[in-house]
C-alpha cells in the first residue's frame, strides 16, 4: 500500500490571502489566523495530494521580508525536514525569486524539492490563480526531485534563476539566462538535469544568516562616481552590486571609486542592466578597466542569486566572496 505523502506548507502572506481595506489597497489580514484560514479555503481538497500541515514564518506583504524572516524558513526546514516529503512556502510575489535564491545559497545537501509560489489576484477572489498555483506546487512537493523551485502559472524555475518579470500577468516569473527546469501542462513535464530525490534517510546542512548592509546602484549616462562617496565612508555598507550597461560596462571615472573600495576590502560585483544580460568584461575596454580594477563579474546570474550570495557571502565567508559568486547556482 502507498504510504499517504505529506507536505509542509511555510505560510509567508503575499497576496495570495490579501483583502482589499476601505481604500481600495490590498493587504494581509490582521489576525494572521485569518489569513490562514484564507489560504486553506483556496483549495480544500489538497488533501487529495498529501496530508499537510501549516507552519507560521510572517503574515506581510513580501516587500517588508528581511533576512531575519529567511533564516525562519531555514531553520524550520531544518527541524522539520525529515517529517516531510516536501516543503511549499506561500509568499508574496515581490521578494519571492530573493527568497528563493537565498534558500538556494543557505540549505546544502536537499534531497527534497522546496517549492515557493503565490498569486497575483488575491485568493478569496473568483479569478485569483491562488487555486491553481498551490495545486501544482503540491504536486511538484511530493515528486521525485530535489531543490528550490518556484512554481508559477505555467512555469517551474529554479530557485536559483528566477526573476519577476511581470507585476501583473498570471505568468509572472522567468528564468534568467537558463531554460526553465520543468513545464506544467496536463503533465508536469521536469528537465532531465532536474536533481532527483534522495530515497535514503539523510539531514542537510544549513547555514542561516544575511549581511543586509549591501547597496545596488544602477548607472545612468553621466553618473558622477564623486556621488558614491557617501558608500565608500559608510562603514557600515559591507558590499556593493552595480549594475552597469550591457555586457558589464563602467564609464571611465571611476578608477578612484574601484581603488578606494579595494581599499576597503569592499566587494563590488558587477553584473547587467539588461534583463537576459550576461556579463563579458574583457569585451570592451571600458569593462576591461573595471575588472582591473578589481570588479568582480557576476556573469549570467540574476540580481537576486547575486545579492542572496553577497548578504551570505559576507557573513559567512567574507574573504572568499568572488569564489561564491563563480560557484554553481544550486
Ligand atoms: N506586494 C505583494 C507581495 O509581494 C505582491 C504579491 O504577492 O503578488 O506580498
Keep these: ?190 528537465k532531465d538535469w532536474v536533481k532527483k530525490r534522495i530515497r535514503e534517510t539523510h539531514d542537510i546542512e544549513v547555514s542561516p544568516g544575511f549581511e543586509s548592509d549591501i547597496f545596488v546602484y544602477t548607472l545612468s549616462p553621466g553618473c558622477d562616481p564623486n556621488d558614491l562617496e557617501f558608500l565608500l565612508n559608510n562603514e557600515e555598507i559591507k558590499g556593493i552590486i552595480i549594475r552597469a550597461y550591457g555586457t558589464g560596462n563602467i564609464p571611465y571615472g571611476f578608477e578612484s571609486f574601484f581603488k578606494k573600495a579595494r581599499a576597503r576590502n569592499l566587494p563590488v560585483i558587477v553584473t547587467s542592466q539588461c534583463l537576459h544580460g550576461k556579463t563579458l568584461m574583457h569585451l570592451y575596454d571600458v569593462g576591461r578597466k573595471a575588472l582591473e580594477l578589481g570588479a568582480i563579474e557576476g556573469h549570467e546570474q540574476s540580481l537576486e542569486i547575486l545579492c542572496a550570495k553577497l548578504m551570505w557571502g559576507l557573513r559567512h565567508c567574507p574573504d572568499r566572496i568572488e569564489e561564491l559568486i563563480n560557484a554553481e547556482n544550486y
Design 1 to 190: 500500500m502507498n504510504e499517504r505523502k505529506r507536505v509542509l506548507v511555510l505560510f509567508c502572506g503575499g497576496t495570495i490571502v490579501m483583502e482589499e481595506k476601505p481604500d481600495g489597497s490590498l493587504a494581509v489580514p490582521e489576525d494572521k489566523d485569518s489569513a490562514i484560514e484564507i489560504l486553506r479555503n483556496c483549495e480544500p481538497k489538497l488533501t487529495t495530494i498529501a496530508d499537510y500541515d501549516i507552519e507560521f514564518i510572517a503574515n506581510i506583504d513580501s516587500t517588508n521580508i528581511t533576512p531575519a524572516d529567511w533564516d525562519r524558513i531555514i531553520m524550520k526546514i531544518k527541524e522539520k525536514y525529515r517529517e516531510y516529503d516536501g516543503f511549499v512556502i506561500t509568499h508574496g510575489t515581490d521578494t519571492m525569486a530573493y527568497t528563493a535564491a537565498a534558500l538556494s545559497v543557505a540549505i546544502n545537501g536537499l534531497g527534497k524539492p522546496v517549492v515557493l509560489t503565490g498569486s497575483q489576484i488575491p485568493g478569496g477572489r473568483i479569478e485569483s490563480d491562488a487555486r491553481r498555483n498551490l495545486v501544482n506546487a503540491f504536486r511538484l512537493a511530493i515528486m521525485d526531485i530535489a531543490g528550490v523551485f518556484i512554481v508559477f502559472d505555467e512555469r517551474i524555475i529554479l530557485g536559483s534563476r528566477a526573476t519577476k518579470a511581470s507585476e501583473s500577468r498570471l505568468d509572472a516569473f522567468q528564468s534568467v539566462n537558463s531554460e526553465d527546469a520543468g513545464e506544467i501542462s496536463i503533465d508536469i513535464k521536469m
